[in-house]
């Protein structure tokens, strides 16, 4: 059977699918250097009509943090170049941002919440649990300017 995948665009200068409906939001940041685990994330989150910009280290999530302010990141403990509990403190100093630690149990949830997280989720957690999660930081007020 063939399978079609719609047309990339760009965003910010970086990839994204065009989904019909897409929520108008900013786009969620995915920090995962496991390339598998990126990509089920990008689709999962992309399917439930989010736009996706993806990092694999530390340095490009910083980058890309300061260029699309994402409302909410993804940030997976273990990243070459830092640690993703470092980059969840600097995004919560940078502007409000919503943190979503997924880890393979790298970190606890009491490190995840003193580095300023406002959720911890195991990679075994049902996707449909991220899901709530990004959705449940979207429905937060931005602050002002963003």
């Known amino acids: 059977m063939l399978s079609v995948r719609p047309p990339q665009h760009e965003l910010y200068g970086y990839p994204v699918m065009a989904i019909a409906g897409a929520k108008a939001t900013r786009p969620i940041l995915v920090i995962e250097d496991d390339r598998d685990v990126a990509q089920m994330l990008r689709t999962y989150l992309e399917l439930e009509g989010y736009q996706v910009v993806v990092a694999s280290d530390a340095g490009q999530a910083l980058q890309r943090f300061d260029e699309i302010h994402p409302r909410v990141a993804v940030i997976d403990v273990r990243i070459p170049g830092g640690s993703g509990l470092s980059l969840a403190r600097t995004m919560k100093a940078r502007g409000r941002t ?17 580095a300023g997280a406002d959720v911890f989720l195991l990679k075994t957690a049902p996707l449909s649990e991220l899901g709530q999660a990004v959705r449940t930081l979207l429905h937060r007020p931005p602050p002002d300017g963003y």
């Not at 997924?102 to 995840?112: C, V």
């Open 98 to 114: 919503g943190v979503i630690i997924f880890t393979a149990g790298m970190a606890s949830r009491r490190e995840a919440t003193d």
